[in-house]
């Protein structure tokens, strides 16, 4: 459980990076996993893999169903408990990705916020991310980077970028960020294995390429209220970016 002032800092900035949150034995426990979940194929396993112009692996959908270890994450009561305590219910997965950023290959996050996909989905903003960090986290390999205190900007425009990566993006206008974005707001999240971020699904965040020969492995989860599960929309996009099991996480 956190304190009111974990707390209060979350609701200020609009994120909380716990260091040292998970053990090395618990991180270790991860990381085993991970090359199955990499190497496996999405018509056998269900999982959905999405990958870099290069071809090497950008994102695993889905692991939380399918590892053992990676559902157990996803009830840690460390990260459960602060998780109820933001949204102050119960809560289910929307999705998980493992997103590797591979040594040289992994490629730019434009600077977006998360709800400027999920309004798109047919909810409200009452979900949140959780980045479990599985290798060291540097400026060299390209850290999440966040904009402190964007999240009370509200729901910013968003175009889709569908040249820049392998992932089809929805991006913040450069309009909106010329705006908006000062320098002094950035903060690169650097890290080591078992730090854990939690951030709003309206925080304004990013990352560069991965310039060095070191991967940057992370496992986002995401919860959603269970009392915001998804209208239909026109083109609802597919159970692995927007869950359809709505089984309470406990
Ligand atoms: C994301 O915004 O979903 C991922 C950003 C990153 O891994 O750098
Ligand atoms: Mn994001």
Not at 15 to 33: V, Y
Request: hydrophobic share 35%; net charge neutral.
């Amino acid at each position: 459980m956190w304190s009111t002032q974990q707390l209060n800092e979350y609701q200020e900035n609009g994120f909380l990076l716990m260091k040292g949150l998970l053990s090395p034995r618990e991180t270790g426990a991860l990381n085993e996993q991970v090359p199955a979940l990499l190497n496996g194929n999405d018509e056998e396993d269900g999982m959905h893999r999405a990958r870099e112009k290069s071809g090497a692996i950008r994102s695993v959908f889905l692991a939380h169903r399918h590892s053992p270890a990676f559902k157990e994450l996803a009830r840690h009561p460390k990260i459960l408990g602060p998780v109820q305590q933001i949204l102050k219910n119960d809560v289910y997965i929307w999705h998980s990705k493992i997103n590797v950023k591979d040594a040289f290959e992994g490629a730019v996050w434009l600077w977006h916020q998360d709800y400027g996909y999920w309004i798109k989905d047919g909810v409200g903003p009452r979900l949140l991310s959780v980045m479990v960090f599985l290798d060291p986290s540097t400026l060299n390999n390209g850290c999440l980077m966040l904009a402190s205190g964007s999240h009370r900007w509200g729901n910013l425009p968003h175009y889709s970028d569908t040249v820049t990566t392998g992932y089809n993006q929805w991006c913040v206008e450069i309009d909106s960020l010329k705006k908006m974005l000062r320098e002094e707001m950035i903060h690169p999240i650097t890290g080591n294995p078992g730090d854990v971020l939690f951030f709003d699904s309206n925080l304004l965040h990013g990352s560069g390429h991965n310039m060095s020969p070191l991967p940057r492995k992370s496992m986002i989860l995401v919860y959603n209220d269970v009392d915001n599960k998804p209208r239909a929309v026109e083109s609802p996009r597919p159970d692995w970016v927007v869950s359809r099991q709505y089984d309470v996480v406990k």
